[in-house]
């Protein structure tokens, strides 16, 4: 199965490409840079490190039409929904770890996924995802009794906060708390604010140097605190997830997947 990779000269592009190299079943077909990169006609495989792939850099997903059969892309919402369009018209699949959307960026790419197979999840960390299943047992046990702090921490260079893991963190304690979170989120304190109500979920953003992800979920309780912590120390991590669900895709029919799925995690509603 031949894999293009979006953003293949960024820190996670790199890495992508890596992961792509170490895959069973798996070969780069495509590495898309954004138009006018010096690095167009340069070989990926040496670009990223793996030694020469025979693979050389374009700047423009339409020129890669015919070399893959699953896009990778770890970009921006905006390139990410004009990527979706194109997978859509052309019939290949996607794996999407763009983080960032709002609710009508969502919605667009879910109406992608009804044409063609897409997977999108804010973390592809099988790590991250067994927490995803532990913060929802730990949240429906301890109950309202308890309060829910989300405290993440990224490097200088991430763009969006919090980050879309903390988000989905945070859908999943509500959701099992009976709660929305679009409703009872409270995204970083200051002045004079008053207590906390009984149901807010609130989210602190930390940025600094190269910390590759780290996520805490607090519950709070009288006399007692729960924490259920995940870190990153290396972006193969993500990468190693996104070559696993590319796989998983193979065989499925159009619609929108997250990692839950690809893990078989998914719980009976």
């Not at 990169?37 to 693979?55: I, N, R």
């Not at 592809?124 to 046990?141: D, F, H, K, P």
Request: hydrophobic share 40%.
């Amino acid at each position: 199965m031949k894999i293009a990779i979006m953003g293949a000269a960024g820190r996670m592009g790199k890495v992508l490409i890596e992961a792509v190299s170490e895959a069973d079943g798996l070969e780069l077909g495509a590495a898309i840079v954004e138009p006018g990169s010096s690095l167009v006609g340069v070989d990926a495989g040496e670009m990223s490190g793996v030694g020469k792939s025979g693979v050389l850099m374009i700047d423009g997903l339409e020129k890669a039409k015919g070399d893959f059969d699953v896009l990778v892309d770890f970009t921006f919402p905006d390139l990410t929904l004009k990527n979706a369009r194109f997978c859509r018209e052309h019939g290949k699949r996607m794996v999407v770890g763009t983080t960032g959307m709002n609710e009508a960026e969502k919605n667009e790419l879910s109406q992608a996924a009804e044409d063609v197979p897409i997977m999108f999840a804010p973390n592809m960390s099988v790590g991250v995802n067994v927490v995803l299943n532990l913060l929802r047992t730990a949240a429906q046990a301890l109950g309202d009794d308890y309060d829910v702090e989300i405290i993440e921490a990224h490097h200088r260079h991430k763009k969006d906060s919090p980050s879309g893991t903390a988000v989905r963190m945070g859908e999943v304690v509500a959701g099992a708390l009976g709660r929305n979170l679009q409703e009872c989120a409270v995204y970083g304190r200051e002045g004079f604010v008053g207590e906390r109500s009984r149901t807010e979920i609130g989210f602190e953003t930390i940025r600094g140097g190269d910390v590759v992800g780290d996520h805490t979920v607090l519950f709070a309780g009288i006399g007692e605190r729960v924490e259920i912590t995940h870190k990153a120390s290396s972006r193969m991590t993500f990468a190693k997830g996104a070559m696993r669900a590319a796989l998983w895709l193979a065989d499925k029919p159009a619609g929108l997947y997250d990692m839950q799925d690809v893990l078989n995690l998914k719980q009976e509603s």
